[in-house]
């Protein structure tokens, strides 16, 4: 199994920056793909980005492309987004996620962090 922390959330004001990052620990980490799922108040949990094993290949939610940047670093064992020009909209509370494939359904029924907060002001 792969155990997730997430940690970086925190209040910011609309068009500013947060940068969060997810440790892992357990065995094999780096055979996993990494992603970001959000959810917000009264909504469902929502796919925001992955990244695959090796880092070459990235996808994201079309209401975060072009302002934020999925990254891992397998030698450190974790995994960042990199989230700009943040907008109220954002607010959720943010889970990393480790899947066997960098497939929504595969990362649904992966490992996950407990979460942390981002709160997006106007």
């Known amino acids: 199994q792969v155990q997730l922390v997430e940690s970086g959330g925190g209040l910011v004001q609309a068009g500013g920056s947060l940068r969060l990052s997810c440790a892992a620990s357990g065995r094999t980490f780096s055979s996993y793909a990494m992603g970001w799922f959000r959810q917000a108040p009264g909504k469902e949990r929502e796919f925001v980005a992955v990244?695959?094993?090796?880092?070459?290949?990235?996808y994201y939610a079309d209401s975060v492309k072009g302002r934020f940047t999925i990254s891992r670093d397998n030698a450190k064992n974790t995994v960042a987004l990199q989230m700009n020009s943040l907008k109220p909209e954002d607010t959720a509370v943010y889970y990393c996620n480790a899947a066997r494939a960098p497939l929504i359904a595969t990362m649904t029924r992966g490992y996950w962090g407990q979460g942390t907060q981002v709160t997006v002001s106007s």
């Open positions: 990244i695959n094993w090796n880092g070459d290949s990235t």
